[in-house]
Every structure is written in structure tokens, then in C-alpha cells.
């Protein structure tokens, strides 16, 4: 059975960090592609940054230069460094496991976590 188990989440101020991990279990990490994924209230699910099981990596346009993706397929976890977070960023930030790495199409993500929240606001 897959899991993924993210953690990391919180309340931060603008300008603040958070670092988001995820816990995969139950398939061969390794060969998987990954993916953070976000739904915000009120608004549909988008991709946030994907890291391709050959090493590709894609970000939305909205975290470019402020997030980073890393995968540690030894402890198969996966990460989302967030720096310079803005109210824009508060969402329920979702781990996923094989889809589409390219597009970051949430649709092609079969495999999603329980999600953790990310709060932005001072």
C-alpha cells in the first residue's frame, strides 16, 4: 500500500521559512517521480515543484527563486524548502508519488498524501 506522510507544516510570518518533508512508503521511491502539490481555499489544486525519478526537476512560476525541491531516495523522503513566503503561499501543501513530473499536473498524480497546512500571515 503506498503512503506518504508529509510533516513540516505551521504558521509563519511573510517573509518567514518552512521546510516540508514526506514520507513514502509501500513502493520503490527511487523510480518514482514526486511532487508537492497546494489547494488553497476556494481554488482548484496546482503544482508547486516536481523532482523526476531521473533527476528531473520543474517549479511553478509563482515559487521560482523562493522554493527548492530535494529528494533523498536513500530514506525515501522528499523535501520543499520554502523561503520568502507570502500570504499567497498559505495553502494545504500535498506530497505525491507518479505522474507527470514535466507538466506538474495535478491530475496525472495517482498518489497523494493527507497533506500538511502552511500558514502565512503576520
Known sequence: EVQLVESGGGLVQ????????????????????MAWLRQAPGKEREGVASFGSAG?????????????????NAKNTLY??????????????????GGNWYTLQPSSFPYWGQGTQVTVSS
Open 56 to 72: 528531473g526537476i520543474t517549479y511553478a512560476d509563482s515559487v521560482k527563486g523562493r522554493f527548492t525541491i530535494s529528494r533523498d
Open 80 to 97: 520543499l524548502e520554502m523561503n520568502s513566503l507570502n500570504p499567497e503561499d498559505t495553502a494545504k501543501y500535498y506530497c505525491a508519488a
Open 14 to 33: 511573510p517573509g518567514g521559512s518552512l521546510r516540508l518533508s514526506c514520507v513514502a512508503s509501500g513502493f520503490t521511491f527511487s523510480v518514482y517521480n
